[in-house]
């Protein structure tokens, strides 16, 4: 995306919309809309009615820091992580430039949020039950990718241009069925990449 020139603010107008309207976004503003294929008019900044009344708050002052940047030049990928570190955002969580990177890479775009997860862990004295060996996997992007609805299949050691490792990777659970794990056997793969999983 190339840098955007200086431009007169217009007057804003905030719409609350529902849901639906949004995708998976808490909060859009027209400027990204512009790059993004959004449908939106411009000066306009759209929140997610379906949010508490203080997650619509934090998306606006979000939004609204946005695109004072935006105005000023400043490209939309430095705007936005410039606008969680400033004020947040109630469904994001702080994005490194390598996540971003990496998300950009495979994705073809940049990501339009972040979300705090908390990923379970096996405990100290907990046994992992082999489930057996992954023989590969099938995804779909979704939400804001640029590759949303294409469907993929991996199967297991193809690194691409016809070329496969033995990378042999236990599908493993946690002693109460609960959770699934990988367990990778090979010292490099599986990973990820802008072609997808390699590996």
């Given at each position: ?19 639906r ?9 027209w400027?990204?809309?512009r790059?993004n294929?959004?449908p ?9 009615a ?5 997650k ?9 820091f946005?695109?004072?940047r935006m105005m000023?030049g400043?490209?939309?990928w430095k ?11 109630p469904?994001?969580?702080q994005?490194?430039?390598?996540a971003a ?10 990501p ?10 096996p405990q100290?004295?907990?046994?992992l039950i082999a ?5 590969g ?9 640029g ?6 299949t991996h ?6 241009d016809g ?5 042999k990777?236990?599908l ?5 069925g609960?959770?699934l ?5 090979h010292?490099e793969y599986p990973?990820?990449s802008a072609?997808?999983i390699?590996?």
């Amino acid at each position: 995306m190339s840098k955007s020139r200086k431009q007169k603010a217009p007057a804003i107008v905030i719409r609350y919309v529902p849901t639906r309207v949004l995708r998976d976004y808490a909060g859009v503003n027209w400027m990204w809309a512009r790059n993004n294929g959004f449908p939106m008019p411009d000066g306009e900044i759209w929140i997610d009615a379906g949010m508490s009344k203080k997650k619509q708050e934090q998306t606006l002052r979000h939004e609204l820091f946005e695109v004072r940047r935006m105005m000023k030049g400043q490209q939309y990928w430095k705007a936005h992580t410039a606008a969680l570190s400033a004020v947040g955002n109630p469904v994001s969580a702080q994005t490194t430039a390598a996540a971003a990177s990496t998300y950009a890479g495979f994705h073809g775009n940049n990501p339009r949020k972040a979300r705090k997860v908390s990923l379970p862990q096996p405990q100290p004295g907990q046994s992992l039950i082999a489930i057996g060996v992954l023989d590969g996997l099938q995804y779909t992007p979704y939400g804001s990718s640029g590759r949303k609805g294409i469907h993929f299949t991996h199967r297991a050691g193809d690194i691409g241009d016809g070329k496969n490792v033995n990378a042999k990777t236990i599908l493993a659970t946690d002693d109460r069925g609960e959770n699934l794990y990988l367990i990778p056997q090979h010292p490099e793969y599986p990973k990820f990449s802008a072609r997808g999983i390699l590996g």
